[in-house]
């Protein structure tokens, strides 16, 4: 199994950045694909972005294409997702999950972390 840990999170203004991590331990880390979900109140969990086990491939949403950009460092047994010119809409909680990654909007997700809250302020 693998335990995930996210960080990063906080409160910025709109325009602002923020690095999330995720940390990651036990069963073969590199061997999972990693995907990184998003929910904000009231709605339903979104995905947001994935990349392959060997970080040679990745993939983000629509609505963050240009701003957000996921990344792994498989020797440090991490994963991250670059967050800039953050939005009001991108207040969420967001989620990291190891898991199979099978189509370009579709992420299966096995093991998933605590989520850190992400606020942009207007």
């Known amino acids: 199994q693998v335990q995930l840990v996210e960080s990063g999170g906080g409160l910025v203004q709109a325009g602002g950045s923020l690095r999330l991590s995720c940390a990651a331990s036990?069963?073969?880390?590199?061997?999972?694909?990693m995907g990184w979900f998003r929910q904000a109140p009231g709605k339903e969990r979104e995905f947001v972005a994935a990349?392959?086990?060997?970080?040679?491939?990745?993939y983000v949403v629509d609505s963050v294409k240009g701003r957000f950009t996921i990344s792994r460092d498989n020797a440090k047994n991490t994963v991250y997702l670059q967050m800039n010119s953050l939005k009001p809409e991108d207040t969420a909680v967001y989620y990291c999950?190891?898991?199979?990654?099978?189509?370009?909007?579709?992420?299966?997700?096995?093991?998933w972390g605590q989520g850190t809250q992400v606020t942009v302020s207007s």
């Open positions: 999950s190891a898991g199979a990654w099978r189509g370009t909007h579709y992420f299966s997700g096995d093991y």
């Open positions: 036990g069963r073969t880390f590199s061997s999972y694909a």
């Open positions: 990349i392959s086990w060997g970080g040679a491939r990745t």
